[in-house]
């Protein structure tokens, strides 16, 4: 068999395997988790929803979030994209954690809004109580406190996060 036959059938069975790859990604992907719920709004629609703590979460489209149909003991877990702003019941024995693929967030309790509209940025402004918020950069992942009328806005190649005091309109670096 010469080099270029044997090149021929060695690409078709790589091809093969990356389309079965991809088939099997896309499946386990599009199959719905039965213990999750979830809710997507398009562009121009609000959507409030009531999270099984009775958390509330305001969906600004395009956005979209995942909860579970009830939370662990000692986690309440949801993943999110675009712009959310949730009003989080203050449950000191559970840690509310909000997840983004370039970072999120953790608190007992607060209203907070997060948005990861823009490509690569995540802006998490702490409206009331206080957040610890997790940042993704490119090498590292960073963390600060946000306390009421503190916000963030994070792009991943940043090297530190910046916070900014709404009410002093100042910038905050720890």
Known sequence: MD???????INNILIALLV????????LWLIPDKD????KVVSGQTQEIKLPDG???????????????????????????????FDI?????QTF???TELGGLETHGASVKVN???????????LEDSVRAIARGKKDIFEIELLSNEMIR??????????FNKKKRIFIVD
């Open 55 to 85: 958390s509330m979460a305001t969906l600004t489209g395009p956005s979209s979030i995942g909860y579970p149909k009830t939370f662990d003991k000692d986690i309440r877990k949801v993943k999110m994209e675009g712009e959310i702003y």
């Open 3 to 9: 080099s270029t036959k044997r090149r021929t059938i």
């Open 20 to 27: 079965g790859a991809v088939c099997t990604l896309m499946y």
């Open 97 to 99: 954690l909000i997840q």
């Open 36 to 39: 999750w719920d979830g809710i």
């Open 154 to 163: 994070f792009h991943k190649k940043d090297t530190i996060i910046k916070k």
């Open 116 to 126: 990861t509209k823009e490509k690569d940025i995540i802006i998490i402004d702490c």
């Open 89 to 93: 019941v203050n449950n000191p024995n």
